[in-house]
Structure formats: structure tokens, C-alpha cells
């Protein structure tokens, strides 16, 4: 039996046997869960947004034109999804400490210490997440997820030159991070 490719999947969807759309998902779910899970830096939230993801791309799979690879289209609608619950999240947080300090109630708590992972993948990771969101996006879906730079730009909708111009900052964000903080010798 042949492998099916991403178009055959989405053609027999939009044909309507929407129980093919179960394959997408298992292709696609982990890197989008391990892509929402850094940008979002909690893994409960990770998952609503994921499944959140999902759902709008089952609900446009009509609309999907083959203009671009279904990845490209569905890590936009993850990135999308995720900005907007980030926006929602931060809204929410703005009004609950408003009203914490209409009563006086603020309670800082002190900062949690990562504890330092010996494995070096799993410590760059954490390295990566200490990355502003978009340096760490873009570092993630080049090197980790292994997307094109024109699907970078498409996904975050930003011209070609600007995906360049960000992994190319974000590389040295990521590089000056290792060595201020001296994080290079956990690394070797």
C-alpha cells in the first residue's frame, strides 16, 4: 500500500469522507503541540489551543486552495490560534491585576530556578525558551521542524527578507544568550 501525501488526504476530506481528516492529525499533531507548547510555555494551554487549531482547520478544509503545502496552512492557523489565545491570556492577567491592586491585594512570588538538564538537546530547549516568541518560533520551525524559510515568512506572514533578517537575529539573540550567561560549557 502507498504512502499517502498531504493532497490526497485533504482531496478524499473535501470529497467528504471527513474520518481521513484523523490522518492529518496524527501527521501533523506532535510538532504542532511541541511548537504551541514553547510559545505558550505551558503545556495544559498547549493543548487547548492545539485541539482549538485543529477544529478551525477541519471547518476551512474547504477552503483550502493547494496554494501552499497544507503544513505551511495549518502551522498558520496554529501560530494565529496561539497569538490570539496569548492576546486573550494577557488581557485576562491585565484585568485581574488591575482589580488586585484596586484592593491592595498583590502578592509577588519569588522566580522558579530551572534546574539544568544534562542532555544538551534538552538543554538548548530550554535555552530557546528563554527566546522572545518569535526569535524562539522561527529558531524552532527551521531547525527543529525543518520548514523553508518561504514557509516561515508565510506562516508568520512576513516577507521572505524578514524570515531571513529574523532567523538571522534570532540565531544571534540565541548565540549572545549562551555566552552571557556561560551557558556554552553546559553545552559541550
Known amino acids: 500500500m502507498r504512502k499517502l501525501c498531504d493532497n490526497d488526504i485533504i ?17 501533523y499533531k506532535d510538532k504542532a ?22 477544529l478551525k482547520a477541519f471547518m476551512s478544509m474547504n477552503n483550502f486552495r493547494h496554494e501552499s503545502k497544507f503544513s505551511t496552512w495549518f502551522y498558520r492557523i496554529v501560530y494565529n490560534t496561539g497569538l490570539s489565545f496569548l492576546q486573550s491570556k494577557r488581557k485576562k492577567t491585565e484585568l485581574k491585576l488591575d482589580s488586585l491592586e484596586d484592593h491592595n491585594y498583590l502578592n509577588y512570588e519569588d522566580g522558579k530556578i530551572l534546574a539544568v538538564e544534562e542532555n544538551s538537546i534538552k ?12 526569535n524562539a518560533l522561527v529558531i524552532i520551525l527551521y531547525y527543529i521542524d525543518d520548514l523553508k524559510l518561504s514557509e516561515i515568512s508565510e506562516i508568520l506572514d512576513i516577507s521572505l527578507v524578514n524570515a531571513k533578517v529574523l532567523l538571522h537575529r534570532s540565531r544571534n539573540i540565541l548565540r549572545d544568550l549562551i555566552f552571557k550567561h556561560n551557558y556554552q560549557k553546559e553545552l559541550l
Open 123 to 134: 538543554y538548548l530547549s530550554l535555552i530557546i525558551d528563554k527566546l522572545p516568541i518569535r
Open 11 to 27: 482531496e478524499s476530506i473535501q470529497k467528504g469522507n471527513r474520518d481521513d481528516f484523523a490522518l492529518l492529525v496524527d501527521k
Open 33 to 54: 503541540f511541541n511548537l504551541l507548547r514553547r510559545m505558550l510555555r505551558n503545556e495544559m494551554d498547549a493543548e487547548e489551543v492545539l485541539q482549538d487549531s485543529f
